[in-house]
């Protein structure tokens, strides 16, 4: 399922999709696809962060798959999809509506989740009228649209060039991150998740993160350190909700105030205590229970609505 095993058992094991499917973004780069659930019912779709893969919505697939179509990608260059020259907000975007055409019937409503580079995603597609097309609601976990290098406090400094001059450069790191070791954990620990999470949540992260190849971690740090979505939040006009951890070292609780002030129609907004960066694995429960909340306010009543008319 990746180029480093996950680990094999336990709610963050990575789910076997019922379909598997490919969707072929503008420019030619092939997306892994996975469709979990039955078929008919609502449907989400999950859009991961940098480093990370399909496997880290392992949680939250294997809660909403009972009653929820669940449809999970693998950026370019992440999990199983292929890495493509084309690392641009732009081709996030692209990608994402090539996995909304390939997947949901035209007009089909559903709920799109997206953390960290995946809530960048939703936001650079936010003006595009597919994404409109299909967008009942939007959740943002752990994400911002703007200043991410200098707002960032993996490095413990007092803000100014010199700590976004050492993030830059943490960040975009060309090192190979190695095995997974005690070290290598409690370094991860450090800079993404809250300081009491569990030894199994840290365990699934770290594999996670490890499997993505240098070269893409590099190459996506590039894009991240120049990124400008602050006018693209004013075009989220779908109904969306805000999650961020108060321990956040990647996208700090700032990022989220920012997104809550500029969204068009923000229907609610949570800090969690203690959690860090990872929100969807630390708090896999309030994630997957918000989920769950825009889908029957946002998805199932308008279908109840629209069948009633």
Wanted: with cysteine; net charge neutral.
């Amino acid at each position: 399922m990746s180029r480093l095993p996950h680990v094999a058992s336990g709610p963050y094991a990575p789910p076997t999709p019922g379909r598997v499917l490919t969707a072929v973004s503008a420019d030619g780069a092939r997306l892994h696809v996975e469709v979990h659930g039955p078929d008919g019912a609502p449907s989400v779709v999950l859009a991961h962060g940098w480093t990370c893969s399909t496997a880290f919505w392992a949680a939250q697939i294997r809660e909403l798959a009972v009653d929820h179509r669940v449809i999970a990608y693998d950026q370019r260059g992440h999990g199983r999809s292929p890495a493509s020259p084309g690392c641009t907000a732009e081709a996030l975007a692209d990608d994402l509506e090539a996995v909304l055409a390939e997947t949901l019937a035209p007009g089909e409503k559903a709920v799109i989740v997206g953390h960290s580079m995946g809530g960048m995603t939703v936001l650079a597609a936010s003006a595009r009228a597919r994404f409109r097309d299909h967008a009942a609601a939007v959740l943002l976990c752990s994400t911002g649209s703007s200043r991410l290098v200098a707002e960032s406090l993996v490095v413990p400094l007092r803000a100014g060039r010199v700590r976004s001059w050492l993030t830059a450069r943490v960040l975009g790191s060309r090192a190979p991150l190695g095995p997974v070791t005690p070290l290598a954990r409690r370094i991860l620990k450090y800079a993404t998740m809250g300081a009491g999470s569990a030894p199994h949540m840290v365990e699934a992260c770290a594999r996670i993160v490890h499997a993505c190849p240098r070269a893409v971690r590099h190459a996506w740090s590039l894009v991240l350190d120049t990124l400008d979505l602050d006018h693209a939040v004013r075009e989220l006009r779908a109904p969306t909700v805000v999650v961020v951890g108060t321990a956040d070292r990647m996208t700090p609780p700032v990022h989220a105030h920012s997104l809550v002030a500029a969204l068009p129609h923000c229907v609610g907004s949570t800090e969690l205590a203690g959690v860090g960066h990872m929100t969807p694995v630390e708090a896999p429960e309030l994630v997957t229970g918000k989920i769950r909340e825009l889908v029957t306010g946002y998805v199932t009543d308008t279908v109840k609505e629209s069948e009633s008319a």
